[in-house]
């Protein structure tokens, strides 16, 4: 019956919005930045645990969408053990791949987050998968303030 | 459901007729805004075809037809609300704007520090922000009826914000989020026997019932033109003529003008005071046909009929397991708002929407509202009169299988 949606709701999607990874708080964590989508009412809280630059740990606490809370998810798995200026290129090319700017944008590139190039097709639901990457860089970049989509 | 022929109502909208990611089009999105009957747009383009020129401007043919056509919409909606005469109705952009020209004419002639102001909890933010605005500028105090769970005013609670401080009362006719009519006659009674003029915002009213603003006896009543099957970019300001006579203007410019010089100005009169610069002729004229069109088929009809909608939404609704309605109140209009078991209204908005079906998912305009149902949102299905039967059950199976599917 959902057919045309098969490329937005993948498995993968349905499994982390299900059983979200890193749904917890780390007490006394090093950054902890508040992500908000107004549109849609996503909230969402990151924290994360510093080992210099590199991101030792990364969890979060919130509600959202099946889209917003896989790509949360997924991305509390996937910074782990990367430094800040390699978080900063994933958010770039995370960027660029559900923006869909680039049309040559090589999906092989960015491993298990392929899975949410289909918000793409899905001008309105882009923002549900970018919430948790705008947050991460506002934690990265250690600003204090509740950071918003729009 | 005799006398009433949605099959030719449904004619009478050519976007109906659209296919949706290849399905036919379900449109559930009534309360944001109605779709128009080829009646308004061919009022449009005939306007701009024949009989266009500005308004209250020249002697030539062409004006004086323009304003005639402008000039009657504005008898029409006097008689669709029963206002007393037409220097009572003002065009303004729609609902919100209608709302702002109150507070910031009629409130800061008339509030002072101190005063009070009441709303409930169940206002759309443009019922909330126009008064959280004047207060700021005036130093009053805006004072919030609360709701119950079913979504309906507490009376008794409001009734107790009824004081000596208390100088407007704006309250919605019908709730965008929840569908709620509220008690509005009971309000403005109990208004009236303190001397406090009441405001109501009618924009999700206007559609679904009979308004009568002399029966009401409220002081104000606005409404946007796009919800009421016209065009978007035109709404109504619905004022008493003693009110309205007293209040200072809103904008200054051209049409509200009697005499300029650049000593003094001396103010045009009603309906013109409120009408700077050249109006949105189009959306008025168009405004007119939606009006033509509803009379002919007639409101009192329409309302009993989008009744029969909702009580069958409502019936099929509650069958399936999940899903909780947000807004039961015993008197309510055609909106059925409803959350689902850990599927968030945006994906259940995503999916419906691949279906063809077309509803609202968020927090439309009424974060309160969903800040006291602690939803972050809602998914809202609205009904028109050109809605059927069949087109709830299509909602109703797209819901169970998104359940499905989301296991």
């Given amino acids: 019956m959902f057919d045309d949606l098969r490329d937005l709701y993948q498995e993968v999607i349905f499994d982390h919005n299900r059983n979200p990874r890193n749904f917890r708080i780390i007490e006394n964590a090093d950054r902890k930045v508040e992500g908000f989508n107004p549109l849609c009412g996503d909230r969402l ?13 990364a969890s979060f606490q919130g509600s959202g969408c099946a889209i917003s809370t896989a790509s949360v998810s997924l991305m509390t798995e996937i910074v782990k053990g990367k430094t800040e200026e390699e ?6 090319k995370f960027h660029e791949m559900t923006t869909g700017k680039d049309e040559n944008f090589n999906l092989e590139t960015i491993g298990k987050l392929a899975v949410l190039a289909g918000v793409r097709e899905y001008p309105a639901r882009v923002k549900c998968a970018t919430l948790a990457w705008h947050t991460l860089d506002a934690a990265i970049k250690n600003e204090q303030q509740a950071i918003s989509t729009e | 459901m005799t006398q009433y022929d949605v099959r030719k109502i449904r004619q009478d909208f050519p976007i109906l007729d659209e296919k949706i990611r290849g399905k036919d089009l379900v449109y559930l999105d009534n309360a944001a805004t109605c779709q128009k009957p080829q009646a308004v747009i061919d009022s449009i383009v005939n306007l701009y075809s024949h009989d266009y020129a500005n308004v209250h401007r020249g002697v030539h043919t062409l004006s004086v037809r323009s304003t005639d056509k402008f000039e009657g919409a504005r008898t029409k909606v006097k008689d669709f609300i029963n206002a007393a005469s037409e220097k009572e109705i003002i065009f303004v952009k729609g609902a919100t704007e209608a709302i702002n020209l109150v507070a910031q004419t009629y409130g800061k002639a ?14 759309h933010h443009s019922n909330i922000v126009p008064w959280q605005i004047l ?4 130093g009053a105090v805006l004072r ?5 769970l079913q979504g309906e005013l507490i009376y008794d609670e409001f009734e107790k914000l009824l004081g000596d401080k208390t100088r407007l009362i704006s309250v919605v006719h019908m709730s965008n989020a929840l569908g709620t009519i509220n008690p509005v006659k009971k309000i403005i009674a109990a208004a009236r026997a303190k001397g406090i003029p009441v405001l109501l915002d009618g924009a999700q009213a206007v559609p679904h019932m009979t308004v009568d603003v002399r029966d009401l006896d409220c002081d104000f009543y606005a409404f946007s033109g796009h919800k009421l099957y016209g065009p978007t970019g035109v709404g109504v300001l619905y004022g008493k003529q003693a009110l309205l006579e007293a209040m200072p203007p809103y904008q200054g410019g051209g049409d509200m003008i009697r005499k300029v010089t650049f000593e003094e100005t001396e103010y045009n009169v009603l309906p013109y005071k409120f009408e700077a610069g050249t109006p949105e002729i189009a959306g008025v004229v168009g405004l007119g046909a939606a009006i033509d069109y509803l009379n002919a088929i007639g409101m009192d009809k329409i309302a009993a ?6 009580a069958y939404a409502t019936e099929k609704a509650r069958q399936i397991k999940g899903l909780r309605i947000i807004g039961e109140a015993e008197h309510k209009g055609a909106i059925l708002s409803f959350v689902l078991d850990k599927i968030h209204p945006h994906d259940i908005g995503t999916m419906l929407d691949s279906l063809g079906i077309a509803i609202r998912a968020g927090h439309h305009c009424a974060m309160p509202v969903m800040d006291f149902y602690k939803v972050p949102a809602t998914a809202r299905a609205s009904f028109a009169m050109y809605n059927t039967i069949q087109e709830i059950d299509v909602l109703m199976n797209g819901i169970e299988s998104l359940i499905e599917v989301f296991g």
């Fill in chain 1, 45 to 57: 809280t990151l924290y994360l645990q510093m080992d210099g630059d590199v991101i030792a740990d």
């Fill in chain 2, 305 to 310: 009929y989008e009744a029969e909608l909702l």
């Fill in chain 2, 110 to 123: 008339n509030i002072k520090p101190g005063d009070e102001i009441i709303i409930t909890a169940m206002e």
């Fill in chain 1, 87 to 92: 978080a900063e290129e994933l958010f770039k």
């Fill in chain 2, 144 to 148: 919030v009826a609360p709701i119950n």
């Fill in chain 2, 135 to 138: 207060c700021e500028q005036t």
